[in-house]
């Protein structure tokens, strides 16, 4: 038996899948991530997945926060505010879903040592776009014309891979590129990403399905609902308190998480 196999068979723990999954729900909710940066240590550390079903069960969670988050989040950021701003939803998702169909291409090909040494560094590198990156108050895009639309592909691509390679929706990233690189108050930002986020998980999950790791979806369908019915429920608590909670009082908290949470993935064998 494979270490896969015996990875996916592990008996888990329910009602933790449930906890996290609340928790981790309301945290994406509230601030406008699909919160698996969050999820992604927890499911290699607690739940023992090795490093690639981890990513996998990890995009499935996302698009269910993702796709909660956007509507529990409307009561403050109306739809209509969402829409008006399709050109730079579009902008980025000319780069994101390509990026996101190369990453997912590449995390296929990584051994899981090589693997968990990635996520590592892309958790801290998100721990400090989350430090640094949400402080932004500017309300002027930082460039204008074309150079604005290059700007937003690239930006789009890198994220896309970025995405793929953690099973993420890529908020983390998406949020300080539209408040420095667009000018968005930070929470529009926050459903504009999500907007952008859920077609750009789309396809990379889509890449995945053609992988023989993509199995475990199937091997762990109750663990999936079980968090996923958290998650719900979580991104629905995070909605309500989105207009009540400043999300800068969060960001120092979130990005020491992030940091342990990297250490963590680090040292996992």
Known sequence: MTQDATASITPRNMPAAFGGGVVIGALGGLIGLGGAEFRLPLLIGMFNFVALEAVILNKAMSLVVVATALPFRAQTVPFA????????????????????????GWATRLKSEALYKVITLLLVVIAAVLLFGHDATTSQALFTGTALLVAGVIAGFIIGIVASLLGVGGGELLIPTLVLLFGADIKLAGSLSLAVSLPTMLVGFTRYSRDQSFSVIGRNKKFLLIMAAGSTIGTFIGGQLLGLVPSYAL???????????????????
Do not use: E, Q, T
């Open 81 to 104: 505010d969402v829409a008006a701003h399709w050109p730079v939803i579009l902008n980025l998702l000319a780069g994101s879903l390509w990026g996101a169909w190369f990453g997912a």
């Open 251 to 269: 960001l120092p908290a979130l990005a020491l998480i992030l940091v342990i949470s990297a250490v963590k993935v680090w040292r996992h064998k």
